[in-house]
C-alpha cells in the first residue's frame, strides 16, 4: 500500500564506501526527485526525474548518480562517500506541477 | 538563491489556540505549497494554492496568496496536540514547474 518507499531507512557506513539507496512508487507519477535534509531541517532538491529523464540536477558533487530504470524507481547511489554527506535523503514523486508524495527517508550516517 | 522563507522560525502555542505561520518567497511562482513534517518522517503535502487564487481552505488550515507582496501565509485554527510539526512553503518557478524549492520551515510547539 506504501505510495513511496525507500530503502534502507538508516544506512550507517564509513568515509571512502559507496552506497545506495533505492526508492518506489506506486502512485504512477511522471515525476521523481531526490532530496537532501540536513541537520536544520533545510531540504535541498539534488535531481529531478521525468519519464526516466533527467530534467533537474543541482549543484550536486559527481559523486552522486541517479538512475532510474523505469518511471516508478529512482535510485541514488553515492560513492567515495564523506563526512558531509551525513543527511536524510528523501524520495519523492508527483504530476508534474502538482503535489510530491515524500518517502519516509534515509538517515545515513558517515563515519 | 533560496526561493522561500518561512517566519517565525520557531513558533509554540497552547492547545485550542491559532497558529499563523508566513513565507515569503523571491521569483514569480506557478503555485505554492505548503507541506507538514512529523519528527522523524517523510513530508506531507497540505495544501497548494495556484498563482490566480488568493486563499484556500482545508479543514482547520486556512492558506492565503498575495503574489504583489510574494507572500503566503498558512493558519491553523484551534490548533491540536498533534499539529505539533515542521511546516514548510514550497514555491515552484515559472519556468519549471518541476524544480519546487523549500523554505527552512517553522517548527509548531502545540502544547496540551
Known amino acids: 500500500d506504501t505510495a513511496v518507499s525507500q530503502t534502507p531507512k538508516y544506512l550507517v557506513t564509513q568515509m571512502g564506501n559507496d552506497k545506495s539507496i533505492k526508492c518506489e512508487q506506486n502512485?504512477?507519477?511522471?515525476?521523481m526527485y531526490w532530496y537532501k535534509q540536513d541537520s536544520k531541517k533545510f531540504l535541498k532538491i539534488m535531481f529531478s526525474?521525468?519519464?526516466?529523464?533527467?530534467?533537474i540536477n543541482e549543484t550536486v558533487p559527481n559523486r552522486f548518480s541517479p538512475k532510474s530504470p523505469d518511471k516508478a524507481h529512482l535510485n541514488l547511489h553515492i560513492n567515495s562517500l564523506e563526512l558531509g554527506d551525513s543527511a536524510v535523503y528523501f524520495c519523492?514523486?508527483?504530476?508534474?506541477?502538482?503535489?510530491?508524495?515524500f518517502g519516509p527517508g534515509t538517515r545515513l550516517t558517515v563515519t | 538563491s533560496q526561493q522561500g522563507e518561512e517566519d517565525p522560525q520557531a513558533l509554540s502555542i497552547q492547545e485550542g489556540e491559532n497558529a499563523t505561520m508566513n513565507c515569503s518567497y523571491k521569483?514569480?511562482?506557478?503555485?505554492l505549497q505548503w507541506y507538514r513534517q512529523n519528527s522523524g518522517r517523510g513530508l506531507v503535502h497540505l495544501i497548494l494554492?495556484?498563482?490566480?487564487?488568493r486563499e484556500k481552505h482545508s479543514g482547520r488550515l486556512r492558506v492565503t496568496l498575495d503574489t504583489s507582496k510574494k507572500s503566503s501565509s498558512l493558519l491553523i485554527t484551534a490548533s491540536r496536540a498533534a499539529d505539533t510539526a515542521s511546516y514548510f512553503c514550497?514555491?515552484?518557478?515559472?519556468?519549471?514547474?518541476?524544480?519546487?524549492?523549500f523554505g527552512p520551515g517553522t517548527s509548531l510547539s502545540v502544547i496540551p
Open positions: 526525474y521525468n519519464n526516466k529523464e533527467l530534467i
Open positions: 494554492i495556484r498563482s490566480n487564487e
Open positions: 514550497a514555491t515552484d518557478q515559472k519556468t519549471s514547474y518541476d524544480k519546487v524549492i
Open positions: 521569483t514569480s511562482i506557478n503555485n
Open positions: 502512485l504512477g507519477h511522471d515525476t
Open positions: 519523492a514523486s508527483s504530476v508534474t506541477g502538482s503535489e510530491q508524495y
